[in-house]
């Protein structure tokens, strides 16, 4: 990791932390941090990746601004994760498109579902398009299969390789140790899929201001499952394709359509929770520069769940070839831009969690 | 804008643990409330934002306490830090009422931790607020704002009017306004008076400009002094104050706890003259980092500096500022403003002194010196290994010992011998009733909130009849 200003501001401020300790209580980072004297690039790396910015530490703090040592750790270690993500970006030279993060995913989110639009139009038949369609491959008479498998398939492969490269490349630059036994992948597992660090306990987080509560907690809970629901359901979608014979469209209380159907309710109200939550929150420890990216990608995701609603609700309708391109693009758009966007923090807070979960391990 | 025409039930002077405790517990037995905090919202608090923990009595484990502690230990350990410099029934009474106090402040939404590491092992005795004190106090005032008390902030109290003993109002200034509060009875949890360089300068002249203060700047007895001229009885020794080792190079006011420094027991420390002065190996760190802010701050300029070497340097905690390192004890003298042929004979003596033994940091073991004064008597290592380290020292004050006298009610006590009608204290302003000297380790905060829910309590009452 550079020496950057980031970095060593978020030194400056570990020091001091390091001696207080006060946070001991709140997440992993301060345990973490106790583990250590000195903190090179990538232990500050590794501590920014393990911090979920759930506030507590910044209202609990003797030191947080106006005091003179202006300790704002969330705000900190969001800027140092952002950098983090620019430098081990895969392919090298992409990192720069975390700058202005918020304008390109915003362009994707615009671009990509045009481009779909256009190019549905010149290649779907008129009175195809806009007439309501039913039976057994409704939709690839709207866009062919071939075409869907292909930039789907393509761009969600380009995003597993990229982010891959990206993890590997995290893994190593933040100096890892091999795994060598299932506990720590397990605890880590574990932490991911609860989100312990954001208040768990019970206690809660300071999401909105100095009061706790776990309103974070379960709308990333909503946005996460019910992204992987909706994920869920294009896998039982292809398995049902090519191994049993099933054709879409599925009935309305089929598997596919039941998980797509829950999914996107959930990725509606997490992201739709989380970005309110955005607005009315403390905004001192919130690192600005990042924010236009959040919302972007907040806004993405509730794009997605919305048109995939919609579809689900008109698709025996004109408007289903128009919103199944609509949908396509903005999902084909996702896939592109997510190696490039805070999707990526799922990423690099997982490995950093089953490093800290390594070394409580050999402590 | 305030209402300045109207009676309060209550006006509570100050805005940590105890005004909250007090405040909280008037308002809810029904009383209108008004808190003047002197500091700005975002360092309210007082020295609360700054504290950890409370002890607490508790006869069975608790999820935030471990084992049991019992009035008899606690009234020992009192006994044993105080010297005896104690009120026997305030402090017991204290000590009781200790066992509900964490429940309280929990009902107030605060969030205790279970009981970690803890960096003096106090989790048998102490009760942890998760986040610490500021998140104790963040949590105080939203349960005041709920229950509807009035809170002024950057509002000083310079005067509470006093009529035949009766407290009526008091002049403040409010956002550099001045205005008066009306009340029918005042509750003062104002603090001590350390962060007043002046008034320190009364009884330890010039030295008083070396000293630092470890808490809110906002401390300056101007309740106190206010009280105290206008018949209030005073106790506890003015000229005292509780002090620790604090980096010499920690701002002035207000460094908080991350200042301090326990590099003592595992360093020989001399002051400007390069001389050593007290065993810094006499126990262990928790029972005597309180003894070293008096000693440095009778020392020339009031510093003082740890020398170790880097065998030395994972035995504490680390510090905020890096230590001076050299790789001779001449060079770390020179870095330091010391003589550096005598810095070199003082390391030279020492280590010539020091016994064969086996070290245990933390506990108290059996190495030790023989043949110099003042003799170190445990951890007493060979200082030989370079890179060698310095942390420079200056005494760091907690809080001072003068306050105001008060009854097992909260009442504040008048020269004549009587209660007054209707004042009330809690907090630092009256912990010199209980505390004649020394400390116990989380109890500061154990006499806010007993004497805040009592004078709470009282002024309360006292104004529905």
Known sequence: ?363 | MPDFTRTWDVLVVGGGNAALSAAITAAQAGASVIIAEHAPKTMRGGNSRHTRNLRALHPAPTDVLTDSYLEEEYWDDLLRVTGGRTDEALARMTIRASQHAPGFLRDCGVVFQPSLSGTLSLSRTNAFFLGGGKALVNALYRTAEKLGIEILYDTEVQEILLEEGFAREAIISWRGFPERIRCKSVIASAGGFQANREWLRQYWGDAADNFQIRGTPYAQGTVLKNLLAQGVQEVGDATQFHAVANDARSPMCDGGLAMRLDCVPYSVVVNENVERFYDEGEDVWPKRYAIWGRLIAQQPNQRAFAISDSQALHDYLPSVFPPLKANSIGELATALGLDAAKLAKVVADYNTAVQPGTFQGGKLDDCRTQGITPEKTHWARRIDQPPYHAHPLAPGITFTFLGVKVNDRARVMMSDGKPSANIFASGEIMAGNILGQGYLAGFGMTIGTVFGRIAGEEAAKLVRN
Request: aromatic share 12%; hydrophobic share 50%; net charge positive.
């Open chain 1, 1 to 363: 990791m550079s020496e950057t200003d980031t970095v060593v501001e978020a030194r400056r401020q570990m020091e001091i932390c390091n001696a207080c300790r006060y946070c001991e209580g709140y997440c992993a980072v301060f345990p973490a941090m106790a583990m250590r004297r000195e903190f090179t690039g990538a232990d500050l790396t590794h501590l920014a990746n393990l911090c979920h910015g759930c506030k507590g530490c910044y209202h609990a703090c003797q030191y947080a601004p106006p005091h003179a040592f202006g300790i704002n750790i969330p705000q900190t270690f969001a800027t140092l994760r952002a950098e983090s993500y620019a430098e081990f970006a895969w392919p090298a030279g992409m990192g720069g498109l975390f700058e202005r993060n918020g304008t390109l995913v915003t362009a994707v989110a615009v671009l990509a579902p045009v481009l779909a639009l256009l190019l549905t139009m010149a290649l779907a038949d008129p009175a195809t398009l806009y007439t309501a369609q039913s039976g057994v491959g409704a939709f690839f008479r709207v866009v062919p299969y071939w075409l869907i498998i292909t930039l789907a398939g393509g761009s969600f492969g380009f995003a597993l390789l990229a982010m891959g490269q990206g993890a590997r490349r995290y893994w190593r630059g933040t100096a890892q140790k091999p795994i060598t036994s299932p506990a720590p992948v397990a605890e880590a597992a574990f932490d991911i899929l609860t989100l312990r660090n954001l208040g768990g306990g019970g206690h809660g987080c300071n999401d909105v201001d100095d009061s706790f509560s776990a309103t974070k907690r379960w709308l990333h809970q909503a946005m996460f499952g019910g992204f992987m629901l909706c994920f869920a359901a294009t896998t039982t979608g292809a398995i049902f394709h090519h191994f049993l014979g099933w054709k879409s469209p599925h009935a309305f209380l089929s598997l596919p359509v039941q998980l797509g159907f829950w999914g996107g309710i959930g990725m509606l109200i997490g992201t739709t929770g989380l970005l309110w939550l955005k607005t009315v929150t403390d905004p001192v420890p919130v690192a600005k520069k990042l924010l236009g990216g959040e919302y972007a990608m907040l806004g993405l995701l509730w794009l997605i769940a919305a048109s995939g609603l919609l579809l689900l609700g008109l698709r025996h309708t004109g408007a289903m070839g128009v919103l199944l391109a609509l949908h396509l693009g903005l999902v084909i758009g996702f896939f592109l831009v997510m190696p490039y966007s805070k999707m990526v923090h799922g990423i690099y807070r997982g490995l950093a969690l089953l490093r800290h979960a390594q070394e409580k391990r050999a402590a």
